[in-house]
């Protein structure tokens, strides 16, 4: 089973809001739905997500200033705005605020399943170690060109240190990932990941484990 991208929508247009909830479901994305921008920041600073879809005339908190926020805060997450407002004025805003993409209503669906697609491939690249390839977007890994099977939990540890190549990862990150975390349970997750795919981890006792670079 692949890892569900995760995507937070802003709009508060409930007939909008839920054709799009269908369809984003349908292409196995978890979706969460926020009315307005106050809703985004709760769920932001509480979650991670892969990629925002912002309307901008919302309640409370617009989404312009939604985005400004997360962005003044280092959240670098990919972002669109989907919007009524089709001025130029408007959407040079709205990229001076951060986003990533500008679409404006009425939208093909197509079009934007296809924005969404190609937005998270250029921001979930294709990592290779030896003979191992880790394509973060669709969560599968190869050796070989021959699939591994792993657990999502052995994914994301193996994520965690194929990201940071010769750099101690620290125990109490790959803990935020396992559901009952514990020195023993890292240890045999570690284990398995170097038996089945032939790793060269090393152990700083105390700290963390690094994947050694070849």
Do not use: H, W
Request: hydrophobic share 40%; proline share 2%; with cysteine.
């Amino acid at each position: 089973m692949n890892k569900k991208i995760k995507i937070l929508l802003l709009e508060d247009d409930e007939i909008l809001a839920q054709t799009m909830l269908q369809i984003l479901k349908e292409e196995n994305y978890e979706v969460t739905l926020a009315n307005d921008g106050e809703e985004i920041l709760e769920y932001t600073y509480k979650n991670k997500y892969d990629l925002y879809l912002f309307d901008i005339n919302v309640p409370l908190l617009n989404g312009f200033d939604t985005l400004k926020l997360l962005r003044q805060s280092e959240d670098t997450t990919p972002s669109f705005f989907i919007t009524a407002l089709r001025d130029t004025a408007s959407t040079l805003k709205g990229f001076e605020c951060g986003c990533d993409d500008y679409i404006k209503k009425p939208f093909d669906l197509d079009e934007l399943l296809a924005r969404i697609k190609a937005i998270l491939k250029r921001k979930n690249p294709i990592l290779k170690y030896g003979d191992i390839t880790f394509d973060l977007l669709e969560n599968r890994v190869f050796k070989n060109n021959v699939e591994i099977s792993l657990g999502l939990v052995e994914k994301e540890i193996f994520a965690l240190l194929i990201k940071n190549i010769n750099m101690t990862v620290n125990k109490s990150t790959f803990f935020d990932y396992m559901n009952r975390p514990s020195d023993s349970a890292l240890r045999v997750l570690i284990s398995k990941l170097k038996k089945i795919l032939n790793l060269n981890i090393s152990n700083t006792k105390g700290i963390g484990y690094k994947l050694e670079k070849l």
